[in-house]
């Protein structure tokens, strides 16, 4: 993932789906936490996923392209499937 703003020629800055990532993380993964999983497929949603030293899991979802993608998760035999909209990022967080 590329954490960046984006300048035009106008020297206005707009902040892309990557650099709200890196807010989700800085939010919910907690210092000594373990990446336990991470996907990076062109044109598909990217994931990571944390342990963090309290055993919360959190993953977080971007998605890059310029139309909307779903994903399903599963944990322990639960599923669900989520909607992710063009340009943007999401963290699920829950305890085993």
């Known amino acids: 993932m590329y954490w960046k703003l984006t300048l035009d020629n106008t020297r206005t800055a707009t902040k892309n789906a990557e650099y709200y990532a890196l807010g989700h993380a800085s939010k919910f993964v907690q210092h000594n ?17 944390y342990q963090n030293p309290d055993n919360s899991i959190i993953l977080l ?3 890059p392209e310029n139309e909307e993608n779903s994903f399903q998760i599963e944990n322990n035999g639960i ?4 909607n992710l909209p063009a340009k943007s990022a999401v963290t699920f967080s829950w305890k085993p």
């Open 33 to 49: 936490a373990v990446r336990i999983y991470s996907t990076n497929f062109p044109g598909t949603i990217e994931t990571v996923a």
């Open 61 to 63: 979802a971007l998605n």
């Open 79 to 82: 599923y669900f499937t989520y």
